[in-house]
T-cell receptor, first 114, second 113 residues
Framework: ETGVTQTPRHLVMGMTNKKSLKCEQHLGHNAMYWYKQSAKKPLELMFVYSLEERVENNSVPSRFSPECPNSSHLFLHLHTLQPEDSALYLC?????????????FGEGSRLTVL | GENVEQHPSTLSVQEGDSAVIKCTYSDSASNYFPWYKQELGKGPQLIIDIRSNVGEKKDQRIAVTLNKTAKHFSLHITETQPEDSAVYFCAAEGNFGNEKLTFGTGTRLTIIP
């Protein structure tokens, strides 16, 4: 496989469930990102990892918990979400965090919170 | 922090005509301006970018212009084709200490056959 792969593509969960989103990049990049995409809003940067270390957390509620076990994998653990958290969650990678240049995005995980 | 505004939010163009999408940014220190295309069911993909030391860049039917004085940049698509239908996002990246990308709200471009 090549590029950035996200699973699952679609997820429906209740407010009390716990689920995880997975991202894998096959590009040898050092930085990985989670973005939230909501209708008519700019892409919102949630978390940045550089060489498996979290370097940025953009005031994201604690019900979102990221994990980066190695430079190729990124997870977003979800628990006790709210309906307003329904959105497309995009994972991306870049060669480096500083002056990242081109971001390579996965196809996203469409999350619906009931 | 950086603020990027993008217009229009929707744009319909007859096939073969040109399309122009405009963005303005607030941080004069920003020096990298990419454009991403997002097709239905896909993630955004970089289509063209420009750095602040260049005023215009062209790649086949797409071009980007940058006016640093006015702090605005534009995407131009000529001879539009149905496969150009997508959502387009502009973005701006700052300099030291503010390297992250700030995105615009997107433009949904529809090419009418």
């Amino acid at each position: 496989e090549t590029g950035v792969t996200q699973t699952p593509r679609h997820l429906v969960m209740g407010m009390t469930n716990k689920k995880s989103l997975k991202c894998e990049q096959h590009l040898g990049h050092n930085a990985m990102y989670w973005y939230k995409q909501s209708a008519k809003k700019p892409l919102e940067l949630m978390f940045v990892y550089s060489l498996e270390e979290r370097v940025e957390n953009n005031s994201v509620p604690s019900r979102f918990s990221p994990e980066c076990p190695n430079s190729s994998h990124l997870f977003l653990h979800l628990h006790t979400l709210q309906p307003e958290d329904s959105a497309l969650y995009l994972c991306a990678s870049s060669q480096d965090r500083l002056f990242p240049g081109e971001l390579f995005f996965g196809e996203g995980s469409r999350l619906t919170v009931l | 922090g950086e603020n990027v505004e993008q217009h229009p939010s929707t744009l319909s163009v007859q096939e073969g005509d040109s399309a122009v999408i405009k963005c303005t940014y607030s941080d004069s220190a920003s020096n990298y301006f990419p454009w991403y295309k997002q097709e239905l069911g896909k993630g955004p993909q970089l289509i063209i970018d420009i750095r602040s030391n260049v005023g215009e860049k062209k790649d086949q039917r797409i071009a980007v212009t940058l006016n640093k004085t006015a702090k605005h940049f534009s995407l131009h698509i000529t001879e539009t084709q149905p496969e150009d239908s997508a959502v387009y996002f502009c973005a701006a990246e700052g300099n030291f200490g503010n390297e992250k990308l700030t995105f615009g709200t997107g433009t949904r471009l529809t090419i009418i056959p």
